[in-house]
C-alpha cells in the first residue's frame, strides 16, 4: 500500500519548496515520489523537483480535478506501477479543487493500492486579507479540506496577518490536526503521520468553475533541432505563457532580473541556463528568488495572468536577455 498525501495551496505559497523539503527529509529505505499537475503548459514545477532527484510524474496543461479524470488517473496508475513509492505526494495546480482528487484516490478502483495519508494546505497569511483570495471559493475549498494547515512565509508576515491565521484555525470545522508556522516552505515530516480526518469531504462544496477548453496533455519536450516553443493556456479566469527553449541558449541573469521585476503577474517561475550558471527563479508581488540548479537540457519559463498577457511583446523582451556570442 502506497500512502498518499495531497499538498494543496494558492498560487504562490511555496508548494513546491515545500515538498523539495520534505523530500530531504524521506526516512533511510523508504521511497517517495510526485506527481504533480500544473495550470500551465510548460510543466516547470515537474522540472524543478526532477532537477533535484525526485521521482516525478507530470500532468501538466489542466486541473487534476477538471480533466475527465482519465490523465490522472493514467498518470497515477504508471508511477504506481513503475515506481512502487511507499509514499505519495500529489501537489495540484494551485488554481485548482481538491475534491474530486481526494474522491478519485478514496475510489473502489485504489483501495487495495493507496491508503490515505493527511492532507497539508499552505497558505500565505498575507492572502488573508486580500480580497482576489477571500472572494476565491477555490481558495477556501482548499483551506477547508486540509486536514493540516501551514502559515508559509510567516516571516514576511505582519502580527495581523498571524492573528488571521489564527483566528481562521480556531474556526475550521471539524478542527485541524495540526496547524503551524514556517519559513521557506519547511514541513515538520511527523506530521504526516497523523491519521486524516474523512469527514472533511462532507463538507459543503463552494462550487468549483471548471477550466474552460482545457484538458491534461502528455508532457512536452523539443523536437529535433526546435530551439523553442511557445505554449499559451487559459482557465478559471486565468492565462498561462510559457517557453520552452533550448538549453544551449543562456541569458543574462541581470537582464532577467529586469524582465521580471517588469512583469504584470500573478506568478511566474522559471528553470533556466544563465550566462551564470543554471538556475530556478521564482516570482511573486514583485519579488524575486534565485536558487542554483544542475545543468538543463531545457529551459522552462511560465507565467501566470489574470488578464490576457501580450504575448509577443514578453516574448521580444524575453529573448532580448539572451547572451548572444
Not at 468553475?209 to 502528455?218: L, Q, V
Request: one cysteine or more; aromatic letters at 6%.
Amino acid at each position: 500500500m502506497t500512502r498518499v498525501h495531497l499538498i494543496t495551496g494558492f498560487l504562490g505559497t511555496g508548494k513546491t519548496t515545500a515538498i523539495l523539503d520534505l523530500l530531504k527529509q524521506v526516512p533511510t529505505g523508504e521511497k517517495w515520489a510526485v506527481l504533480v499537475n500544473e495550470f500551465g503548459e510548460v510543466g516547470v514545477d515537474g522540472a524543478i523537483l526532477e532537477a533535484s532527484g525526485a521521482v516525478v510524474r507530470e500532468v501538466p496543461g489542466g486541473c487534476l480535478c477538471c480533466v475527465s479524470g482519465l490523465p490522472f488517473q493514467m498518470g497515477l496508475n504508471m508511477l504506481l506501477a513503475k515506481e512502487k513509492p511507499d509514499v505519495l505526494l500529489i501537489e495540484p495546480t494551485g488554481l485548482g479543487h481538491p475534491r474530486k482528487v481526494l474522491q478519485t484516490l478514496q475510489s473502489e478502483h485504489y483501495l487495495d493500492v493507496l491508503t490515505a495519508g493527511a492532507n497539508v494546505c499552505l497558505v500565505d497569511p498575507r492572502q488573508l486579507s486580500d480580497p482576489r483570495y477571500t472572494d476565491n471559493d477555490t481558495f477556501h475549498d482548499q483551506i477547508a479540506l486540509a486536514d493540516i494547515l501551514i502559515a508559509n512565509k510567516s516571516d514576511l508576515c505582519t502580527d495581523d496577518d498571524l492573528r488571521r491565521f489564527d483566528q481562521l484555525v480556531s474556526a475550521s470545522q471539524p478542527a485541524k490536526l495540526a496547524a503551524e508556522r514556517t519559513q521557506y516552505g519547511h514541513i515538520d515530516i511527523e506530521l504526516l503521520s497523523l491519521s486524516p480526518d474523512s469527514k472533511r469531504l462532507a463538507l459543503k462544496d463552494h462550487g468549483h468553475h471548471h477550466h474552460e477548453s482545457r484538458e491534461a496533455k502528455a508532457p512536452i519536450a523539443l523536437e529535433a533541432g526546435e530551439q523553442f516553443r511557445r505554449l499559451e493556456g487559459h482557465g478559471a479566469g486565468h492565462h498561462s505563457l510559457g517557453w520552452l527553449i533550448n538549453g544551449d541558449w543562456q541569458f543574462s541573469l541581470a537582464q532577467l532580473r529586469h524582465w521580471f521585476d517588469q512583469l504584470e503577474a500573478e506568478r511566474a517561475k522559471a528553470l533556466i541556463n544563465t550566462s551564470d550558471g543554471c538556475y530556478v527563479l521564482n516570482w511573486r508581488d514583485g519579488v524575486l528568488s534565485e536558487m542554483p540548479t544542475r545543468a538543463l537540457e531545457e529551459s522552462r519559463i511560465e507565467i501566470i495572468t489574470g488578464a490576457s498577457p501580450n504575448a509577443d511583446t514578453l516574448e521580444t523582451t524575453l529573448f532580448a536577455c539572451r547572451v548572444v556570442d
